[in-house]
């Protein structure tokens, strides 16, 4: 089947300027997981769904950082006003429940200039 | 905070030699995970380890948890130019308002060559 997909695959945008990156989970998963991966650095948390809810946001960096996932299976990540040092990958990973094995899309990767 | 020291961060080495790779915490974690990365893709899952003192053997890779569950180690036998890639680990806490979120270390960089 599908795994998880993450659109667009690149996006170069001006500092301050708004984004939105989307994540298309499995089917019936409901689990989903947001990382943010710099260069050369592992993945860091930013945010965990479970259902259309966000029950775990404390990886978000700031306040220009905010997700949604209003049906429970797509997912949008939004930032505010980039920054430079928003450029990274982020990566988006669901799982059929939290503590199942996550299943990781290719991510977005962010050039902020 | 919880965090994952990986070490090498780099590591070239050459087709047939052995390597591990090291993943060390001050905190325990309930379980670890290693994973591998290519460019352009998201991390792929190889093994989760969850006793203390575990051992877990996928074709030539070996992967260890530590007996107080707070270090791991993957080694190679016999490395391969498809070894090639990013090798992650990933610490998990059960139970609380962890999730199952996964603290991830910085990594290693795996280079094999023919």
């Known amino acids: 089947g599908a795994g998880v997909s993450q659109t667009p695959s690149n996006k170069v945008t001006e500092k301050g300027k708004y984004v939105e990156l989307r994540c298309d989970p499995i089917s019936g998963h409901t689990a989903l997981y947001w990382y943010r991966q710099s260069l050369g650095q592992g993945p860091e948390f930013l945010i965990y769904?479970?259902?259309?809810?966000?029950?775990?946001d404390s990886g978000l960096p700031n306040d220009r950082f905010f997700a949604v996932r209003p049906e429970g299976s797509v997912s949008t990540l939004k930032i505010q006003r980039t920054e430079r040092g928003d450029s990274a990958v982020y990566l988006c990973?669901?799982?059929?429940?939290?503590?199942?094995?996550?299943?990781f899309g290719p991510g977005t990767r962010l050039t902020v200039l | 905070t919880q965090l994952l020291e990986q070490s090498p961060q780099f590591l070239s080495i050459q087709e047939g030699e052995n390597l591990t790779v090291y993943c060390n915490s001050s905190s325990v974690f309930s379980s670890l995970q290693w994973y591998r990365q290519e460019p352009g893709e998201g991390p792929v899952l190889l093994v989760t380890?969850?006793?203390?003192?575990e051992v877990k053997k996928l074709k030539r890779l070996t992967f260890q948890f530590g007996d107080a569950r707070k270090d791991s180690s993957l080694h190679i036998t016999a490395a391969q130019p498809g070894d090639t890639g990013l090798y992650l680990c990933?610490?998990?806490?059960?139970?609380?308002?962890?999730?199952?979120?996964?603290?991830f270390g910085q990594g290693t960089i795996l280079t094999v060559h023919p």
């Open positions: 769904f479970q259902g259309t809810g966000a029950a775990d």
């Open positions: 990973a669901s799982s059929i429940r939290s503590y199942n094995e996550q299943f």
């Open positions: 380890v969850v006793t203390g003192g």
């Open positions: 990933a610490g998990i806490n059960a139970g609380g308002t962890s999730y199952g979120k996964l603290t």
